[in-house]
Structures are given as structure tokens and as C-alpha cells.
């Protein structure tokens, strides 16, 4: 299966780049898959209507200062590499935040994978906080969406996963990460003999995943604001580096904002 790599979105956190260098410049990085004639989208990064008009973000947009650029949206990118928007047959939801479901408006045919617990939690926010990572203009053309929960019984490099998505080919698996978001998940994608995980926002620079490697202060500090389930997502992050171990590198992990593979993936550099 070919992947590409699209930047879907420029954020540019205020403060993050004097607190720490590499958080400066930060990608939204999304998948395009070509499965067969159709096209898959792992995450949708930020849409249109949003670069045309940050505030619609609400408050999070004072800190994310996001670069405003058409161009860099999912669906201007498909349309520059000679494809339709409605080529794009599902785009499968790492977790519904505003910097990750912006850009689903821009796909309406498109049918919307996610875990069964993020669409609640979008859905039913159950506090305040909870609530106010999910935008209702980003749902309101009324996405055509398909929720997981069953787990499948085979594992994935020890890990739960769910295979056999309606529609989709057998190299694409989801592995449940919930922490970040009540019903997070990664995206596995088979080429070859390789595995890619598109692990959202499991983590945020590589570096907090390498062994015996403690995260940055300011990553520990925007995590425990950013994560519902703090506890739970730095389980997870173990259970990644698990995988990394255990792979005899086989699998490569990538995570939406983790500026260097990004830049090490796509090829391209990321511009403020
Ligand atoms: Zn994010």
C-alpha cells in the first residue's frame, strides 16, 4: 500500500519554541493511503473552514497559533496530487480534537472511523474539560460515521487491535490507545513486511520514547493538562516501546506533531 505523508496543518504553540526548540514548529501529520482505487485518510488534521477562520477553534487557538495556509489542508493536497476529494472513501480518526477532525467537513462523502468510546465522549462529553476539546462546527454536516469497539482475537505485537474493517483492506488494523482522549486509538498500516503506527497523539516528540530517556519538563507538565487519563497514556507509551523492542524493528512509530519524522517520513521541512 502506498502511504504519503501530508502536513495538515502548522501549529506553532506560543511559548512552546522558547521553552523548548523543538516544539516550535509543530506538523498536523496525516496519512493518504492509496487502497486500490480508493483513498484512506489517517486523521483529518485541520479543514478549511478553520484556516479560514482560526477562531472557530475556540481559546486553543491562542495557543496553537496555527500558520493560516489552505494549501496545507488534506483536501487541497489530495486535489494537488491529481486525485478527487471524493476519492476519499474513509479517513479513519485517531481521536476527534480539534487539531485531528477539522479537515472531515472537507470529506462529507467520506465514511469516519473511530472508536465507539470517542464518539461518546464527543458526543456526551462528560465534564467540562472533556468538552471543550471537541468543536460542534466540525460535526455539524453530519459525518457518515462507523465506531469500533470489538476487539479482534489475534493481537497485534501483544497489543489489542481490532482487523477486518468494513471496506478496507486487511493491512490496515487500529489499536485502541485510550488515555489522551477517552477513546484514542493508533493506525497500523501494513507495507511489506513493515509496519507503520500512526500512533496520534500517544506521544508528542520521539524522544520521550526513547529507553531509559525521561520526557522533557515541558512535555511532562503539557501532557498532564493534555491527557484525560494521564496514568493510562503513559501506560500506553510503555507498551509502545514495548512494541519497538519486540519488533526487531519492523515497526516504525510516528505521532501527529513530532516535527522530526515528519520531516524524516515525508521528505519535506516544515516552514512557520
Ligand atoms: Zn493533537
Not at 460515521?145 to 487500529?174: A, M
Not at 513530532?258 to 520531516?263: F, K, N
Request: proline fraction near 7%; charged fraction near 25%; charge should be negative.
Amino acid at each position: 500500500m502506498k502511504i504519503h505523508h501530508l502536513n495538515c496543518g502548522t501549529i506553532r504553540p506560543r511559548m512552546a519554541g522558547v521553552l523548548n526548540p523543538a516544539m516550535a514548529l509543530m506538523p498536523c501529520h496525516c496519512l493518504l493511503l492509496e487502497a486500490g482505487a480508493d483513498l484512506v485518510l489517517v486523521d483529518a488534521g485541520i479543514g478549511l473552514a478553520d484556516m479560514a477562520e482560526p477562531r472557530r477553534l475556540g481559546p486553543m487557538s491562542l495557543v496553537l497559533n496555527l500558520k493560516q495556509e489552505p494549501e496545507e489542508t488534506a483536501v487541497r493536497q489530495v486535489e494537488r496530487m491529481g486525485f478527487a476529494p471524493g476519492d476519499v472513501k474513509h479517513i479513519l480518526c485517531t481521536h476527534l480534537d480539534l487539531d485531528h477532525a477539522g479537515g472531515l467537513a472537507d470529506f462529507p462523502q467520506a465514511r469516519v472511523h473511530v472508536m465507539e468510546a470517542e464518539h461518546e465522549a464527543c458526543a456526551h462529553p462528560g465534564t467540562a474539560r472533556e468538552k471543550k476539546r471537541y468543536r460542534p462546527c466540525h460535526f455539524q454536516h453530519g459525518p457518515d460515521w462507523v465506531t469500533h469497539q470489538e476487539l479482534s482475537p489475534e493481537k497485534w505485537f501483544g497489543l489489542d487491535c481490532i482487523r477486518d474493517l468494513p471496506g478496507l483492506p486487511p493491512e490496515i488494523v487500529l489499536i485502541p490507545l485510550p488515555g489522551h482522549t477517552r477513546g484514542h486509538m493508533g493506525v497500523a498500516v501494513k507495507t511489506g513486511d513493515a509496519w507503520l503506527l500512526h500512533c496520534g497523539d500517544a506521544y508528542d516528540l520521539r524522544d520521550e520514547m526513547l529507553e531509559g530517556r525521561r520526557s522533557p519538563l515541558t512535555i511532562r507538565l503539557f501532557q498532564h493538562v493534555a491527557h484525560m487519563d494521564h496514568p493510562g497514556a503513559m501506560d500506553r507509551k510503555e507498551a509502545l516501546k514495548a512494541v519497538v523492542r519486540e519488533s526487531g524493528g519492523t515497526v516504525t512509530l510516528m505521532a501527529t506533531h513530532e516535527p522530526a519524522e515528519y520531516e524524516e517520513l515525508s521528505g519535506k521541512r516544515l516552514f512557520g
